[in-house]
Protein backbone atom coordinates (compact mmCIF):
# COMPACT_ATOMS: atom_id res chain seq x y z
CA UNK A 1 0.00 0.00 0.00
CA UNK A 2 1.28 3.39 -0.81
CA UNK A 3 1.86 5.57 2.28
CA UNK A 4 -0.78 8.25 1.72
CA UNK A 5 -0.46 12.08 2.08
CA UNK A 6 2.01 14.41 1.27
CA UNK A 7 5.84 14.90 3.25
CA UNK A 8 5.70 18.35 4.92
CA UNK A 9 9.01 19.99 5.31
CA UNK A 10 10.11 20.60 8.12
CA UNK A 11 9.62 24.35 9.82
CA UNK A 12 12.24 24.16 11.69
CA UNK A 13 14.50 24.44 8.88
CA UNK A 14 16.24 27.61 8.69
CA UNK A 15 17.75 27.32 5.37
CA UNK A 16 14.64 25.65 3.92
CA UNK A 17 13.03 29.18 5.40
CA UNK A 18 15.16 31.39 3.37
CA UNK A 19 15.03 29.29 0.30
CA UNK A 20 11.29 29.95 0.08
CA UNK A 21 11.81 33.83 1.28
CA UNK A 22 14.29 33.43 -2.08
CA UNK A 23 11.69 31.53 -4.03
CA UNK A 24 9.09 34.79 -3.75
CA UNK A 25 11.74 36.93 -5.29
CA UNK A 26 11.16 35.44 -8.62
CA UNK A 27 8.08 36.92 -10.62
CA UNK A 28 5.47 34.70 -11.90
CA UNK A 29 3.08 35.22 -14.86
CA UNK A 30 0.13 36.56 -13.93
CA UNK A 31 -2.70 34.60 -12.83
CA UNK A 32 -4.54 35.46 -15.90
CA UNK A 33 -2.49 33.81 -18.18
CA UNK A 34 -1.77 30.54 -15.54
CA UNK A 35 -3.46 27.22 -16.26
CA UNK A 36 -5.48 25.17 -13.84
CA UNK A 37 -2.30 23.00 -13.33
CA UNK A 38 0.11 26.14 -12.87
CA UNK A 39 -2.51 26.53 -10.37
CA UNK A 40 -2.46 23.92 -8.23
CA UNK A 41 1.37 23.41 -8.58
CA UNK A 42 1.33 20.25 -11.27
CA UNK A 43 2.81 22.16 -13.76
CA UNK A 44 5.59 24.28 -14.41
CA UNK A 45 4.02 28.18 -13.53
CA UNK A 46 6.38 29.40 -17.03
CA UNK A 47 6.97 26.60 -19.16
CA UNK A 48 3.69 24.41 -18.64
CA UNK A 49 5.68 20.95 -18.74
CA UNK A 50 4.13 18.63 -16.03
CA UNK A 51 6.25 18.86 -12.76
CA UNK A 52 6.68 15.86 -9.85
CA UNK A 53 7.08 16.67 -6.24
CA UNK A 54 10.95 15.03 -6.85
CA UNK A 55 11.31 18.18 -9.67
CA UNK A 56 9.06 20.76 -8.84
CA UNK A 57 11.28 24.12 -7.13
CA UNK A 58 8.36 25.58 -4.49
CA UNK A 59 8.14 29.19 -5.12
CA UNK A 60 6.50 30.00 -1.69
CA UNK A 61 2.90 31.51 -1.55
CA UNK A 62 1.17 33.94 -3.49
CA UNK A 63 -1.31 36.26 -3.37
CA UNK A 64 -3.46 36.98 -5.95
CA UNK A 65 -5.92 39.39 -5.77
CA UNK A 66 -9.19 38.50 -7.83
CA UNK A 67 -12.44 40.43 -8.64
CA UNK A 68 -14.55 39.24 -5.75
CA UNK A 69 -11.26 39.19 -3.39
CA UNK A 70 -8.20 37.14 -2.69
CA UNK A 71 -6.68 33.61 -3.14
CA UNK A 72 -3.31 31.88 -2.04
CA UNK A 73 -1.72 29.86 -4.51
CA UNK A 74 1.18 27.90 -4.28
CA UNK A 75 2.93 27.95 -7.79
CA UNK A 76 5.97 25.80 -8.53
CA UNK A 77 8.56 25.41 -11.28
CA UNK A 78 11.35 23.02 -13.18
CA UNK A 79 14.32 23.11 -12.44
CA UNK A 80 15.69 24.80 -15.87
CA UNK A 81 13.26 27.08 -15.48
CA UNK A 82 13.91 28.28 -11.86
CA UNK A 83 17.61 28.77 -12.54
CA UNK A 84 17.08 30.89 -15.90
CA UNK A 85 15.01 33.27 -13.48
CA UNK A 86 17.99 33.70 -10.34
CA UNK A 87 20.58 36.21 -12.22
CA UNK A 88 17.33 38.24 -12.80
CA UNK A 89 16.37 37.93 -9.53
CA UNK A 90 19.70 38.64 -7.71
CA UNK A 91 20.50 41.78 -9.62
CA UNK A 92 17.45 43.15 -8.88
CA UNK A 93 17.62 42.20 -4.58
CA UNK A 94 21.01 43.51 -4.56
CA UNK A 95 20.03 47.02 -6.48
CA UNK A 96 17.97 47.99 -3.68
CA UNK A 97 19.63 45.64 -0.96
CA UNK A 98 21.63 47.78 1.86
CA UNK A 99 23.71 44.95 2.80
CA UNK A 100 24.51 44.14 -0.89
CA UNK A 101 25.45 47.43 -1.39
CA UNK A 102 28.49 47.24 0.79
CA UNK A 103 28.87 43.32 -0.55
CA UNK A 104 26.61 40.50 -0.82
CA UNK A 105 28.98 38.09 1.52
CA UNK A 106 26.72 37.58 4.09
CA UNK A 107 23.56 38.41 2.75
CA UNK A 108 21.30 35.43 3.51
CA UNK A 109 19.09 36.39 0.94
CA UNK A 110 21.64 36.17 -1.93
CA UNK A 111 23.06 32.81 -0.02
CA UNK A 112 19.76 31.55 -0.22
CA UNK A 113 19.51 32.37 -4.35
CA UNK A 114 22.73 30.98 -4.87
CA UNK A 115 21.18 28.14 -2.76
CA UNK A 116 18.55 27.73 -4.90
CA UNK A 117 20.44 28.19 -8.15
CA UNK A 118 22.19 25.09 -7.17
CA UNK A 119 19.50 23.01 -6.34
CA UNK A 120 17.51 23.87 -9.43
CA UNK A 121 20.76 23.19 -11.52
CA UNK A 122 20.86 19.77 -10.42
ZN1 LIG B 1 9.64 25.32 -16.68
ZN1 LIG C 1 21.05 41.52 0.03
Same mark, same amino acid.
Given at each position: ?? =??? *? $? +? *????? &? /????????? #? =? =? %? $? %????? +??? !?????? !???????????? #? /???????? &??????? &??? *????????? /??? &???????? @????????? *?????? @??????? =???????
Amino acid at each position: MP =LGG *S $V +M *STDSD &I /AQTGMREAC #T =L =L %P $V %PDHGD +MTD !AQFKGT !ACVWCCTPISTD #T /AVDLGQRR &IRLSDGH &ITV *SPRACGPCT /AER &IPGALAQH @TATCEQCVD *SSFGCD @TVTALRH =LELEASR
